[in-house]
């Protein structure tokens, strides 16, 4: 039981029905800047799942659940007028007269490492209307942070005929362009191996690595032919063990910021544009470089040093971005270095640029990556909704370089990928904590079958109607191009068709549930018989390749020689 006052909670023993600050109308108070995000509430012909994430470590997380939509009756909250009220594990009904509950029972419930999920009996908060919907309103405590008013509408009940559940899996394993990334080597020296790189995937579960090229010796001339194959061979190298690159470029490793002019590197990205387009299938994002040391923008005799960025040197970094742009596939990102940068240059926004920050958790500022917390948490927390950001941690600096603070950041800004080489002593300490896995699980995305509804028949040239409910809990959504299609194949002669779904997966956003509806035609030169369902989430570029189609975090349904997803289902079709 719970009393609200103007000073906060305190808690009382007990379950029993009680009455009080009847009459005041006392609610909790709300945050502007809250720290909750992603709220998602999905329904089966029976439960119903609740979910957000939050920032920092509360004591409690809640769901205000407004069963008949109006806010003239429950507990107002948020617009709401509260029926149920969901706390940590507990449900309680609204007992009328203010703050007022009767504890129902207990129910399924989590809430670490920034996400909060309730999965309680439709028929415990009297749901069996169909349709049904509610109004919902989250919040988590201490401080209190309190979320806008959201409506879900409820799925059928009864469940269509030919509805399958599945069961996901907490096993650690390798996804396309998401997840830890290696990072050995310098690019435009060292020559990568093939088996090297093949193993990190199938040891190490990494599908990633990082390639930083440096073009040195080219600060006032073109790139030698020898250079530009070298960067050929790498991406063939890259292609052929089935990974992908985070790329950037840069002319010194050094804080004296030697690097070239804005005309030269215009001039470079011309010589780079058939490589980047060429190879685009394995570069999974590029960051901007150039400019500085690393290709990190701060210590530079080009573009402004320390920091010191005049208007003309903006002017020259935004030509440089913008080239990048117009160089590199339209389907692929580019991230800069800190949020004031994208800022700066596109105070209107900027669709294809991201951000990373390779000097995460190593200071309250990240070594300078932030200039103004106030003002880039929230920005970047909305921008990496759509755009690409990942990174590296550089030193240790605990206990923010900790599990608490990494896991609830990551989460927060959508982290796609991070350096598992760099810094060691920080990534060790997450396999110390003990948060390791849950990282290696939910940096990018990370979907489930929930469950499908398919038709035990279907005619040649007749419809095929189906329903796919994928869950996404993952961090952040897939950020470039991915198809999506239901798979045939024939359970005689193992003959293959595909019928493309309209589904968009970089859509699936993270914390939340999407059920994919469509009807389909069953093609008329198709053989009568008997056809296994299967789901393919196939990369544009890379489609008859199996190791760059996404496989779903369930029990027994990938096939790593086809990269299809079995769905446990099949359809006669005469």
């Known amino acids: 039981m719970l009393i609200t006052t103007r000073r906060g909670v305190r808690r009382l023993s007990g379950a ?102 309730w999965t309680v009996p439709r028929a415990a908060i009297g749901e069996t209307a169909t349709p049904g919907d509610a109004d919902l309103v989250f919040q988590v405590e201490s401080p209190v942070q309190t979320s806008a008013k959201i409506t879900q509408v409820y799925g059928s009940t009864p469940p269509p005929a030919g509805t399958i559940s599945y069961a996901g899996s907490d096993e650690v394993f390798a996804n ?56 050929q061979q790498q991406f063939t190298t890259v292609r052929a063990a089935g990974l992908k690159m985070v790329l950037r470029f840069a002319y010194t490793d050094l804080e004296d910021g030697a690097d070239a002019t804005k005309d030269r590197v215009l001039a470079h990205l011309d010589q780079l544009r058939p490589y980047l387009q060429a190879n685009a299938d394995v570069i999974e994002v590029m960051q901007s470089g150039f400019v500085g040391a690393w290709g990190e923008g701060y210590y530079t005799q080009n ?33 800069l270095r800190t949020p004031a ?37 929230p920005y970047l927390e909305a921008e990496t909704r759509t755009v690409a950001m990942g990174g590296e941690t550089c030193a240790p600096n605990p206990p923010r370089s900790q599990c608490a603070t990494a896991t609830a950041e990551m989460s927060r800004f959508h982290w796609t990928y991070l350096n598992t080489d760099y810094h060691p002593t920080v990534i060790a300490g997450f396999g110390t904590e003990g948060c390791l896995a849950d990282i290696k699980r939910q940096l990018g ?56 779904l309209s589904a968009n997966p970089r859509t699936w956003a993270a914390g939340t549930s999407t059920t994919v509806t469509q009807t389909l035609t069953v093609p008329s030169s198709i053989a009568a018989g008997s056809y296994e369902l299967l789901l393919n989430l196939p990369d544009p570029l ?33």
Not at 107 to 116: D, P
Not at 354 to 362: R, S
Request: with cysteine; net charge neutral.
């Open 341 to 377: 940068f994208k800022r700066t240059m596109y105070p209107s926004g900027q669709s294809r640029t991201g951000h990373h920050n390779d000097c995460f958790l190593a200071s309250d500022t990240d070594f300078g990556t932030y200039t103004d917390i106030a003002v880039d948490y």
């Open 445 to 500: 995305y990370r979907f489930s079958l929930v469950s499908g509804a398919f038709p035990a028949q279907a005619s040649r040239g007749g419809t095929l109607p189906v329903s796919i409910t994928v869950r996404n809990d993952g961090w952040s959504a897939p950020i470039n191009p991915r198809g999506a299609e239901l798979v045939l194949r024939s359970t005689t002669t193992g003959t293959v068709t595909r019928l493309p």
């Open 542 to 574: 890379l489609a008859n390749r199996a190791e760059y189609s996404v496989r779903t975090a369930n029990a027994g349904t990938w096939e790593a020689t086809t990269g299809f997803n079995k769905l446990n289902a099949t359809v006669t079709v005469s």
């Open 176 to 231: 396309p362009e998401r997840g830890f990334y290696h990072h050995s080597g310098e690019c435009d020296s060292a020559t990568y191996d093939e088996a090297t790189l093949r193993a990190w995937r199938t040891n190490e579960q990494v599908s990633l690595m990082m390639c930083v090229f440096y073009l040195r010796d080219f600060k006032t001339t073109p790139i030698s032919t020898a250079a530009l194959t070298h960067l």
């Open 303 to 335: 573009f402004g040093n320390n920091g010191v960025v005049t208007a003309a040197d903006w002017a020259n970094r935004k030509a440089v971005h913008d080239k990048i742009l117009s160089v590199l596939p339209e389907t692929r990102m580019v991230q």
């Open 16 to 117: 029993v029905a009680l009455t009080l600050l009847g009459g005041l109308g006392v609610a909790f108070a709300t945050n502007a800047s809250a720290a909750i995000s992603e709220p998602a509430a999905t329904s089966t012909d029976t439960d119903v799942t609740y979910r957000f994430a939050y920032t920092g470590e509360p004591q409690f997380a809640r769901v205000y659940i407004d069963t008949d939509r109006s806010a003239a009756t429950g507990f107002a909250q948020a617009g709401a007028g509260a029926d149920y009220l969901l706390e940590n594990g507990t449900l309680f009904r609204h007992a009328g007269g203010g703050w007022a509950w009767t504890q129902i029972g207990t129910v399924t419930h989590a809430h670490a490492n920034g996400v909060a999920t």
